[in-house]
């Protein structure tokens, strides 16, 4: 079995619609006929249906049913325009019973436009919200077809997210990029993240900066099995998580099914089995 780990420390300070962070199932979702994916999640008292994605013959989300009880459920619905995300609703509560809203008068929902330019670039991305009836306007920026800026605006409380991206290669072809958000002009938060040669995610760290000082928050390590990803290793720092004293860590290893599909995630802190999520695809 060969299994790489790389693990960084560093005292410094694309449109995904996959159900993980750090793994896209796209082209196994084609390959195997893929329409449904139904998640499960298990801890010691509870086991239930969690999460329901509906995928196209593209491999891509159509929608999401975000399961609360035995009762109720919010639905989120992706539509695409030539293969790029066009417009993301979001809309709850729902009967289980009936698939119907409750309370039309009072149904909360969220709306979420995008827009490309000609090098189908994501350049802004308009979000309204019924329930605190404000808009959030987000522009992103690039350079040699790098994102390097995105703006985000709400235009109910006048206030200003920046974030900054950059990306780089080190002597070593090693890709780097450096993640800054501004609040109000204030630096206040970063993401360092690094990748192999073959631009797959290696370690991420996260940083707060308090007074200019950029103080390390969390250190995320990748390691992989012939070529997948089984486990995630986060490691939060003293000091940055009032619940624990001392450093704390906390892991997610991945299970595969011989079709190369996630069937299990299951989630460890401090070395103990906290809960799991297990997958069903149709």
């Known amino acids: ?21 750090y793994i896209d199932q796209t082209d196994l979702y084609i390959e195997n006929n ?3 994916v139904s998640s499960y999640f298990h801890d010691v008292d509870t086991v239930g249906l969690f999460d ?15 399961i609360y009880d035995d009762s109720t459920y919010s639905l989120t619905t992706y539509k695409y325009n030539d293969g790029l995300l066009n417009e993301v609703i979001s809309r709850w509560f729902y009967s289980l ?8 008068k009072n149904s909360n929902y969220s709306k979420q436009e995008y827009f490309y330019n000609d090098s189908n670039l994501l350049i802004k991305v308009h979000e309204t919200n019924s329930k605190d009836n404000d808009t959030i306007i987000t522009k992103y920026s690039y350079s040699n077809g790098l994102k390097i800026k995105s703006k985000t605006k709400n235009t ?24 800054l ?5 204030t630096l206040v938060f970063g993401t360092k993240r690094y990748y192999d040669t073959s631009g797959i995610i290696q370690a991420e760290i996260n940083f707060d900066i308090n007074r200019n000082c ?11 099995d012939n070529n997948k990803l089984v486990r995630i290793k986060e490691t939060i720092l003293p000091g940055n998580q009032p ?12 299970t595969y099914d011989k079709n190369g599909l996630i069937i299990r995630v299951s989630r460890f802190v401090n070395g103990k089995l906290l809960n799991y999520d297990t997958y069903r695809y149709e």
């Open 97 to 104: 019973l009936s698939n119907e809203i409750l309370n039309t």
């Open 52 to 66: 329901i994605w509906e995928v196209d013959t593209l491999g891509k989300i159509t929608s999401k049913k975000e």
């Open 243 to 254: 619940f624990f004293k001392g450093l704390h860590t906390s892991e997610d290893k991945f």
């Open 1 to 21: 079995m060969k299994v790489q780990i790389l693990f960084i420390i560093v005292f410094l300070p694309y449109i995904t619609l996959a159900q993980f962070e």
């Open 156 to 179: 109910k409380h006048n206030n200003w997210l920046i974030i900054d991206t950059l990306e780089y290669y080190d002597s070593n072809e090693i890709k780097i990029k450096t993640t």
């Open 214 to 224: 950029f103080d390390t928050k969390t250190i995320k390590t990748f390691i992989y």
């Open 34 to 36: 893929i329409n449904k």
């Open 181 to 185: 958000q501004y609040r109000e002009g």
